[in-house]
Structures are given as C-alpha cells and as structure tokens.
C-alpha cells in the first residue's frame, strides 16, 4: 500500500506499453479502489492465470486490503476464468492502520509515526487508509463473483490470525505495511501457502519493516523464496518451493 508514500494523486494512469490491454482494462476497473500500480495489477491477475492453471490448492488471502481493490481484480480474474468455487478472503480493520513502531522506516528515511502524524482530515483518512466495511463490502460486491465465497474478517491480523485463516493458501497478499503485522501473517500464514502457491509482499522495498520482518522469517524457516520485482514501489512476488514448510 503507497498511502504513505504520496502516490494518490496521479495525473494519469502509469500504464507500461508492454502491458496487454486486458491487464490495462482490468486496471481502470479498479483503479478508484485500489492504491496499487497497473504492473502491480496485472501481477496478481497473472498470479491468479498461474494458480488455477497449474492446479494449486487453497484460498486467495489478502491482508491490508484499503477499499479492496486488488481483491476485486482477482474476483474479477476468476469471472473471466470461469472460477466461481475459490474462497477469497479480505483481512482488515477496516478503521484505518495501527499504530506504527520505531521499526517502521520508509525508504526514504521518514519514519511512519511522523507521516502519519503530519496530516488531518481527508489526507489523514488517505494515509491511514481508512475505508469502512461497508465501503469494501460494496466494492466486491460491484462484481458478480459469488458473495458466500467472500469472506470480511475485521480486526488486527494480531487478532484475526491464524484462528479466522484459511487452512490452505494458493495466493497470499501481504499489505498492512508494516513490521510487527507482516512478521505475524508470515509466521502464521506462509506455512499454510501450499506449494507454489504465490507470495505477494505489497512494501519489500517500501517500508523497512516489511523487509526486515520478510527477511527475519526466511532466516529462521528456509529457503528463502526468489522475490522477483514487480514495480518501482518496491513490491515483490515469489512462488513458493516445493521443499518449504
């Protein structure tokens, strides 16, 4: 998520020529909901084109989902696959983000608790990213993929994880942003990514404690999974290895 990174007000759509028009449509489609680039789109309905393709088993999971944008592409992506039976679930507290830590550094420098502290009204409600559970309820449901496959589970991950998770991942999106909420998800979660399953961490390179948290996890549960570069908002993507646990 770019809600502290001053990337909400773009003047036009960053659309690289190389992307097919479909990813370009599906892009624009979700564009109001979500904070994310059209690489960044168009990655996760790739990741969604290579899940039901080769078969991988589970649950679409996101965590840190704003308006719930990125979880309408992939509902978007399974309606054209005809995909109608996999369970898609959207974690949030669905009142805006915690509180950040002294571990939580934007690469840039700034720490988290001062660009959160530096802005009120609208702006505030933009960098914290605050979008009610109605808002992303409407948002999902602006599709037709069945409702009764959809799952809201409000609450801090620290809260909701692992007890409300899917027992079986095959797309995992991590988005809260920052250390102490990404090292939890990974450390309940990951292990439940089947393999092959996809790994999307949304702030590898945007937000220090992601990396740190990602990178601290992977020294303690080896191997480390491939993180391949998505955009220039420090994204990542990885399918899990067969021989992970």
């Not at 996101?62 to 995909?83: K, N, P, Y």
Request: aromatic fraction near 8%; proline fraction near 7%.
């Amino acid at each position: 998520m770019r809600s502290l990174g001053y990337r909400l007000n773009q003047i036009q759509p960053r659309e690289p020529a190389d992307l097919p028009s479909s990813s370009v449509e599906l892009f624009r489609a979700v564009e109001p909901f979500t904070m994310t680039s059209p690489e960044a789109v168009h990655a996760l309905a790739d990741a969604i084109r290579y899940m039901v393709r080769s078969g991988v088993p589970g649950a679409i999971v996101e965590c840190g989902v704003w308006r719930g944008g990125s979880m309408q592409a992939v509902a978007r992506t399974l309606l054209d696959l005809g995909v109608l039976d996999r369970e898609i679930y959207l974690f949030d507290t669905f009142e805006g983000m915690p509180r950040p830590t002294e571990r939580d550094i934007r690469w840039t420098g700034e720490s988290a608790a001062d660009l959160l502290a530096s802005e009120t009204g609208r702006a505030a409600d933009l960098l914290q990213a605050r979008a009610s559970l109605e808002d992303v309820r409407a948002v999902m449901g602006g599709v037709a993929y069945p409702p009764s496959r959809v799952h809201f589970v409000a609450g801090r991950v620290e809260d909701t994880v692992p007890d409300q998770a899917p027992e079986t991942i095959a797309v995992l999106r991590l988005d809260t942003d920052w250390y102490e909420s990404s090292r939890h998800e990974l450390r309940h979660l990951y292990p439940r990514l089947a393999p092959g399953g996809v790994l999307i961490l949304d702030d590898y390179a945007w937000w220090n404690g992601v990396a740190e948290a990602t990178d601290e996890y992977f020294e303690e549960h080896p191997p480390m999974p491939f993180l391949i570069r998505i955009d220039d908002s420090g994204a990542r993507v990885a399918v899990k290895p067969a021989c992970s646990t």
